[in-house]
Nanobody
């Protein structure tokens, strides 16, 4: 089993920055991919950014140029640095780890961006 614990969410003003962290524990195998998704009220969950074990990244169009995903393989932790936040970034942000064709999800952390 794999456990994912997100941290770093909260309330921030538009234009501000936040850094999310997600620590994975349990039966971690490599290679694996980790990523961040978000779900705003009344909307479907969507990809924000993802990163492979080798460091290849993929970003949603809305995140490009503002968000940066990174990971520390030794700590089994993935980060999301979010800059220039907008009110439309308000959502619950979820961490995901994918390994051996199985996806594991964290419980999510709420980010609220005020205008």
């Amino acid at each position: 089993q794999v456990q994912l614990v997100e941290s770093g969410g909260g309330l921030v003003q538009a234009g501000g920055s936040l850094r999310l962290s997600c620590a994975a524990s349990g039966n971690i195998f490599r290679p694996n991919a980790m990523g961040w998704y978000r779900q705003a009220p009344g909307k479907q969950r969507e990809l924000v950014a993802a990163i492979t074990g080798g460091g290849s990244t993929n970003y949603a169009y809305s995140a490009k140029g503002r968000f940066t995903i990174s990971r520390d393989n030794a700590k089994n932790t993935v980060y999301l640095q979010m800059n220039s936040l907008k009110p439309e970034d308000t959502a619950v942000y979820y961490c995901k780890l994918s390994q051996i064709s199985i996806d594991y999800w964290g419980k999510g952390t709420l980010i609220t961006v005020s205008s």
